[in-house]
């Protein structure tokens, strides 16, 4: 089993930064893609970002293009998200999740492709 791990989250004023860090722990594949997304109460879970094993390729929803980005540390089995720029919007439980060996069928923007998610850590932004 792998074992994700988020912190960094907490109550921020609109326009500050954050940076999430997430850490796998337990069965760690050597290829694997990891995924960020968040839920805000009332709503369904969202993508936000991915980054691809090297770091090499990532990914991000329009919504935060340009304010946050999304890398990692393998030798530290470590993703970051590191967020800009917060909007009351943003405020969501954030949970990152790992693709291990991902495929053709792999879509680093559909939960589906994620079999291994954190608990989440929350982000509030107060406007």
């Known amino acids: 089993q792998v074992r994700l791990v988020e912190s960094g989250g907490g109550l921020v004023q609109a326009g500050a930064s954050l940076r999430l860090s997430c850490t796998a722990s337990?069965?760690?594949?050597?290829?694997?893609?990891m995924g960020w997304f968040r839920q805000s109460p009332g709503k369904e879970r969202e993508f936000v970002a991915a980054?691809?094993?090297?770091?090499?390729?990532?990914s991000s929803a329009d919504s935060v293009k340009g304010r946050f980005s999304i890398s990692r540390d393998n030798a530290k089995s470590t993703s970051y998200l590191q967020m800009s720029g917060l909007k009351a919007e943003d405020t969501a439980v954030y949970y990152c999740?790992?693709?291990?060996?991902?495929?053709?069928?792999?879509?680093?923007?559909?939960?589906?492709?994620?079999?291994?998610w954190g608990q989440g850590t929350q982000v509030i932004v107060s406007s």
């Open positions: 999740a790992a693709a291990p060996n991902p495929d053709q069928n792999y879509a680093p923007d559909r939960d589906y492709s994620y079999p291994y």
């Open positions: 337990g069965r760690i594949f050597f290829n694997y893609a």
């Open positions: 980054v691809s094993w090297s770091g090499g390729r990532t």
